[in-house]
T-cell receptor
């Protein structure tokens, strides 16, 4: 089975940087995803990490440490439209290659 | 390119009634997923298809839920009979393969009264 832990809520100021952490426990690891979900909408894919290190994509970056079971999503130059839930999802290496989502971190960006 | 298309967008039914949801994935996406998302929770996988084959239905409550993807393209998820606890958003997603990020549809918000 898998266990994924994220903070429930975070608040950050427009223009600032925020880091959303995700820790996980899994019997076999085969990749970690980050998704953004605005209220009432479907999740949209942000990033995928399977090897250790930092992946940068514009204002968003995602980091993975497999040995620590840890990832973070870094959002720079925050904008009001970044207010959303951010979901961490882990794929296991079992036969089903199942992807399990965390409960998400609700980020509120304030002026 | 059209995204993942789901219908209906909203559905309100009385308990014990049947309900069906439809999904048309992105053209060429072989892998299709049905997820259920409760308020304040992450999506939970119900079933995954590779083409027309259900390769992971371990989390599908088979006593009342069924799904099909007959020609390996669009898919239908059915609940019969619905229970109050089935109220949730049902999300369909597709990907080129298991290794890619998913594209989700807009979901069907089901309310069972």
């Amino acid at each position: 089975g898998q266990n994924i832990d994220q903070p429930t809520e975070m608040t950050a100021t427009e223009g600032a940087i925020v880091q959303i952490n995700c820790t996980y426990q899994t019997s076999g690891f085969n990749g970690l995803f980050w998704y953004q979900q605005h209220a009432g909408e479907a999740p949209t894919f942000l990033s995928y990490n399977v090897l250790d290190g930092l992946e940068e994509k514009g204002r968003f970056s995602s980091f993975l440490s497999r040995s620590k079971g840890y990832s973070y999503l870094l959002l720079k130059e925050l904008q009001m439209k970044d207010s959303a839930s951010y979901l961490c999802a882990v794929r296991d290496s079992g036969g089903y290659q199942k992807v399990t989502f965390g409960t998400g971190t609700k980020l509120q960006v304030i002026p | 390119e059209a995204g993942v298309v789901q219908s209906p967008r909203y559905k309100i039914i009385e308990k014990k009634q049947p309900v069906a949801f439809w999904c048309n994935p992105i053209s060429g996406h072989n892998t299709l997923y049905w997820y259920r998302q409760n308020l304040g929770q992450g999506p939970e996988l119900l079933i995954r298809y590779e083409n027309e084959e259900a390769v992971d239905d371990s989390q599908l409550p088979k006593d009342r839920f069924s799904a099909e993807r007959l020609k390996g393209v669009d898919s239908t998820l059915k609940i019969q009979p619905a229970e109050l606890g089935d109220s949730a958003v049902y999300l369909c997603a597709s990907s080129l393969s298991q290794g890619d990020g998913y594209t989700f549809g807009s979901g069907t918000r089901l309310t069972v009264v």
